[in-house]
């Protein structure tokens, strides 16, 4: 049995041929005009809409996941659907430029010049555990790139394969309904399978989501073909919270139980759990952290896997010399741990305390000045997040923590918690290595389409052989951006 | 002695120093004005057209190039320089995007989101050994990079060593005496200098332009480094041309002087040379491309080395069963050589004949039918460019050609030659690997500022921490697209 113990590992062949039928949908899917696809978008949202108590009782079953947490993920998942069959309706996201021709540019005549977006071809999405809507079968990767024009392949997550098979079948059928070709989208299940799909030609790129040690590993596999592609890993990330003594003073309490509420959530297994306090010293809202640490609830992890590398995490930190157990969390259950460590602590065991423990724990740390909390911010990695908590009087004093911040996370957020993922046009997720392995996209938000999309240039073409979003006359009513030769 | 004979290689002190310096002026570039951008981008254009006499009789000396070509290639770099100061400019590639917040949002309350473009931090670009100014020292990539707001550490190509030395001194000091800090901008020297430079964690993207195995090679260490970084290659292209019978009859005899004429032009030495000229069965042109070829002029090559490699690559091709030389070249000049392959020898010997011959080299291959050019463009690895030559009448004839060649190249262009390349904002110089290494980015044309930069999301930030992009007072005058909730 293989770790999907109720479906078994695709075959070799049948792995050929889900590839041989994407391969061959790709160039269907690039001519197909951005209505169809977002018609198609909105029937796969649609069926999964439909079938939602089916569905959260497979997620239940297979996460530990509540019916309230499942049944908000997958209203997720269907709006995230719906936003990129809108995205993909628009247009925008083809950027196309018309640059006219020019007789007397000034380095000579320049010919008429088109360009815009092609999507990429077959995209391996490889499904996360924590998500078994968002980031899974028809989860955020999946959205983009079917809004992109580019077939899909999933590698089913082994956490969730039942589940992941029905929302297979769910998908399948609504995208052919609404006149997807064959080969648009199908689901693969097994460990050899996902990484002898990323070596074949005919995939075209491949988005990930999970721990840095397997993200890398892909992320090597991907550049290391004869012709390398683009893979976008969403690894890992610490997500550190900084607190003023202004925002202590004015709302410690809230910040001590909105900390805990964040860390806990989810049995802390969120790519954006904060798993670091920063207070200043004297904060005095150790008691209140401590009670309600002590009072979260015990929450099963995702699967036993999971449960094991935790426990392995919080045996490691726990025993760093100079770390103080807050509290000590059950290990069974498991309940939250938290830890407290000192700024020079941390800076001795970065290896133990500056990576990622997928699960309820988090490290306070208390610094005396902003320049010690500057000179720890510098001692990160890249992040997903940073979060700076500060009174609206203190921006002088937070300047220098905030641009240190930024240089290492794609969001700096203030006043709040990094866990909650908006769905929006100007939500960035992803930052520097290793929270991803590409800082230069998002993988959630419209933004993302762009992944799977290279660019192209017509010069001189006859209108004849234009596709649709470079012509004059306009047929698909895409936004143009037209330069005019002066 | 190195081989750049005149100037030693930089020693690992002085790499770590400009290392050093190029990190630190990365906050400071970040922080300043695209108008300041702008201006110092001016500066650097207006001091090489003020030294121009004295670079191109640098360059000459250690080109073989041509003086006409040579200050051709002058204005096209200064003018690029100024053409980065317009985009820096606009602040249009920010990309600045408001999400106002939205407490009625579906999925609930959602934020307030404003996101960015940061620049990357310092940029290593590797110079090209064949466009002495437009993609070395002060070329493209430094451009871009510059305009992006990265600091640039060139590693100057060993083919023209005191040019690139006198160009960094000139744009250095007319960068700085345009306001920008020191570290902005540097030069250095030395094959293992540039290696090393690689895998230095300052280093933050690279851009490189040449032949495959240097280019791959330098890939794999950017994607080894325990942090990843962008890596911007632009390798090798082989440029097929496809001709229709229809443009045989209404304008043969111009295609076969264009077409050597770009061949040949110099000395083959363009990454857009076209490599195959493929004619339909009957077209009587031989005669008139083996005259053009016999009368175009031998060429020395930039240097020994890249004359001694093709010579070897001229005797591979010349050497497989079944290509007839139409034109065999003086070795020693190069002049021009001519061969001509079947469809079936060109298939069979891919490894010999679908390389790219840096030099003057071309191959004409006769097809019989529609359906053995579109099985014949099918072989094709990834290119710069593709072109058909067609007449208006045909496009039904090509259309199923057309789009087999945009999915293997970046540029199709129609009835010209892909020889010169402009400098717009719809050009893409990058195509499929191995054309390039990343082929949803451009070296060439003012989109190519978007490889050196990467999203930042500020999130509910109070207004005093905002950067001047995405403050609602808008003090720099950026383009900013604001959505409003509903």
């Not at 089916?54 to 947490?69: F, I, T, Y």
């Not at 980031?135 to 990767?141: I, P, R």
């Not at 005919?202 to 721990?211: D, Q, V, W």
């Not at 509420?261 to 306090?277: E, F």
Request: proline residues 8%; hydrophobic residues 45%; contains cysteine.
């Amino acid at each position: 049995m293989t770790a999907t113990d109720s479906i078994p590992d695709t075959t070799g062949a049948e792995l050929d041929a889900a590839l041989q039928r994407a391969n061959r949908a790709a160039e269907e899917m690039c001519a197909q005009p951005p209505a169809g696809r977002a018609r198609q978008l909105r029937a796969a949202a649609d069926a999964l809409d439909a079938a939602a108590a089916e569905l959260v009782d497979l997620a239940r079953a297979e996460s530990n996941l509540s019916e309230a947490r499942l049944t908000g993920e997958l209203a997720r998942t269907t709006f995230q659907l719906r936003l990129f069959a809108e995205t993909a309706d628009s247009g925008e996201f083809l950027h196309v430029v018309l640059d006219r021709a020019d007789p007397d540019f000034p380095l000579g005549p320049k010919p008429d010049l088109r360009r815009m977006l092609l999507p990429l071809g077959p995209v391996l999405v490889f499904a996360a555990s924590n998500f078994p809507f968002a980031f899974s079968v028809a989860g955020g990767d999946t959205a983009a790139a079917l809004a992109a024009g580019c077939p899909v392949l999933v590698k089913a997550h082994p956490g969730h394969p039942a589940l992941s098979q029905r929302t297979a079948e769910i998908v399948g059928e609504a995208l052919r309904s609404a006149g997807a070709p064959e080969g648009a989208f199908d689901v693969v299940f097994g460990f050899e399978t996902g990484s002898n799909a990323l070596q074949d030609p005919r995939i075209r790129a491949a988005a990930f989501t999970g721990s840095v040690p397997a993200g890398r590993a892909l992320h090597d596999i991907a550049a290391a073909r004869p012709d390398p592609i683009p893979f976008f890993g969403e690894l890992g990330s610490l997500n550190p919270v900084f607190v003023t003594p202004g925002a202590v003073r004015a709302r410690g309490a809230d910040i001590a139980s909105g900390y805990v509420n964040s860390y806990c959530g989810n049995a802390g297994q969120l790519c954006t759990k904060p798993g670091l306090l920063f207070l200043p010293a004297g904060h005095g809202l150790g008691e209140a952290l401590v009670g309600h640490a002590r009072d979260a609830a015990a929450h099963p992890m995702l699967n036993e896997r999971l449960h094991e590398g935790f426990e392995q995490r919080r045996r490691e930190a726990t025993e760093v010399p100079g770390v103080q157990v807050l509290v000590d969390g059950d290990a069974a259950g498991p309940s939250p741990t938290l830890l407290a460590a000192s700024v020079d602590t941390l800076l001795e065991h970065r290896e133990a305390l500056l990576a990622e423990a997928f699960g309820p724990l988090s490290i306070v740390v208390e610094y005396d000045s902003p320049q010690e909390a500057n000179r720890v911010a510098e001692a990160f990695a890249g992040n997903l997040t940073a979060t700076v908590h500060a009174e609206d009087d203190e921006a002088g004093l937070v300047g220098g923590l905030v641009r240190r911040l930024r240089e290492r996370a794609g969001r700096v957020l203030f006043n709040g918690w990094p866990t909650g993922v908006a769905v929006s046009p100007a939500m960035q997720h992803g930052g520097p290595y290793p929270a991803t392995t590409d800082a230069r996209f998002t993988s959630v938000g419209t933004a993302s389409i762009e992944r799977f999309l290279r660019p192209v240039t017509y010069q001189n073409a006859p209108a004849g052989v234009l596709p649709e979003p470079l012509r004059d006359d306009n047929p698909w009513n895409i936004p143009q951006t037209v330069h005019q030769p002066g």
